[in-house]
């Protein structure tokens, strides 16, 4: 278990769990590991999303790092796959995202990046937690080895020409109407820009952040207004993103949402058609629908499952040479061109095979069925209760009843103490029974625990 670093970097709510003391003492800690080698002025670039919290934290993490010697590059709002590759084409050190991604303002949180512009693997996250809880003093840097920070010019342009650069020369998004929800977060700026360079007509929302509104019933989970939008526009998409950009939603012209594992579908097909698929498969996670899968195994491509979160999609895809993967919410990684998850070059790579089928993206998008799935959620104050022998004997009785057309995951949250319970299969009344059936398991193991 780590203190401080979850699935996703440091996260929490602001001045609670993310103080400015923590961020100092962050900057610090991973500052003097990537700084350890090279005689040379070592950089790390920071950035951030919209929230009123970012301010401090910012300013912090300025501090922690100059106080080592490293120099900083302030980025301001930009979202979380920019920063990664500006770590890289900037040759820094070290890469740094403020935020919370699709959480409420209240929350922020830190994201690092190593010098190839991955996130960090478990270790050096845990040699950082030693650092930021041990004593620095000795270790600072001296009055004439303290490092500058600046803000560099063009940034945002360098992110859209790269975002740009991702489609074929030939292709361009003329004659297209485009309606894109920026969730009031880092990509209110970039995102809108890019798809207006590239021919679109386009009309933005949740683009005025405030610092309190981000993800704020707008965004890739409050798809709603986005919905509205298109449907009272006559336009050809809605793209939805994120607060931190790095997920993307889409509605196609019918006004009807397309999730991750439709957009994996479209773009595997489309790059198995041009001969683009690095392995004859994709790689996605166990709450992946079954759709998917069956989809998949018609064109001759496997799908590969991992535990939840992109990080675990992408540490497979990195060690086995797949090209593309992704999550269901819209976490979808094209190591061709990046090296997380980009919500905007994702959409962009789906109008491309839009634009080239010349069909519209409801034609394009519904590759398959989902299977009906449900999702319940147990929480629990204390214990195991996965472990308990009745929850054991529900899970392999409702497995048994599922049988090989359907799938049963149970799992604890990552991020809180609650027990996520998802079944699927072709016939929904069975699905539920079975669900229904191990969350009162649970239920009854978590309540003896508590008592």
């Not at 992704?326 to 959409?347: F, K, R």
């Amino acid at each position: 278990m780590r203190k401080y670093f979850g699935t996703d970097g440091i996260r929490g709510r602001a001045n609670g769990i993310i103080t400015p003391d923590l961020a100092l003492r962050v900057g610090q800690a991973a500052g003097l590991m990537f700084s350890q080698s090279g005689d040379y002025r070592h950089r790390v670039v920071i950035g951030k999303d919209t929230r009123l919290s970012g301010y401090m934290i910012e300013n912090a993490l300025v501090a922690g790092f100059t106080s080592v010697g490293m120099d900083v590059l302030v980025l301001g709002p930009m979202p979380t796959p920019a920063v990664a590759m500006l770590t890289r084409s900037m040759r820094c050190d070290l890469g740094v995202m403020i935020s919370a991604s699709h959480n409420p303002y209240e929350d922020n949180g830190i994201k690092l990046f190593g010098p190839d512009g991955f996130k960090l693997n478990d270790d050096v996250e845990k040699q950082i937690e030693a650092l930021i809880d041990s004593d620095l003093t000795a270790r600072l840097a001296g009055p004439a080895a303290l490092g500058r920070a600046k803000r560099p010019e063009s940034i945002h342009a360098r992110y859209i020409e790269f975002a740009k650069r991702t489609l074929p020369r030939q292709v361009d998004l003329e004659g297209m109407r485009v309606v894109v929800d920026c969730a009031n977060g880092a990509a209110y700026k970039v995102a809108p820009e890019t798809l207006w360079e590239l021919g679109a007509e386009v009309v933005s929302i949740g683009v005025e952040p405030n610092g309190f509104n981000i993800n704020h019933e707008v965004g890739s989970t409050a798809p709603e207004a986005l919905v509205h939008k298109v449907r009272e526009l006559r336009a050809d998409v809605g793209i939805a993103l994120d607060g931190d950009a790095d997920r993307v939603l889409i509605v196609d012209e019918k006004g009807q949402k397309v999730d991750g594992d439709q957009l994996m579908a479209v773009v595997a097909r489309s790059w198995k058609e041009d001969g683009r698929l690095a392995q004859p498969g994709i790689v996605a996670t166990i709450m992946s629908n079954l759709g998917l899968e069956r989809y998949l195994n018609g064109l001759g491509l496997n799908l590969v499952r991992t535990a939840v979160g992109d990080r675990y999609v992408l540490e497979h895809m990195r060690a086995h040479g797949f090209n593309l993967g992704g999550e269901q919410s819209g976490h979808i990684i094209m190591s061709d061109y990046t090296t997380t998850g980009d919500g905007l070059v994702a959409a962009l790579q789906l109008l491309a095979v839009v634009k080239s089928m010349g069909r519209t993206v409801s034609e394009v998008c519904h590759c398959f069925e989902p299977l009906p799935q449900v999702l319940k959620n147990v929480r629990y104050k204390a214990g195991k209760p996965l472990q308990d022998a009745s929850v054991i004997k529900a899970i392999e009785a409702g497995r048994e009843r599922l049988g090989a057309a359907g799938r049963l995951v149970i799992r604890p949250s990552g991020t809180e103490p609650v027990i996520r319970v998802m079944g699927e299969g072709d016939n929904e009344a069975l699905v539920t029974r079975v669900v229904d059936d191990v969350v009162d398991a649970v239920t009854r193991a978590a309540s003896q625990v508590a008592a």
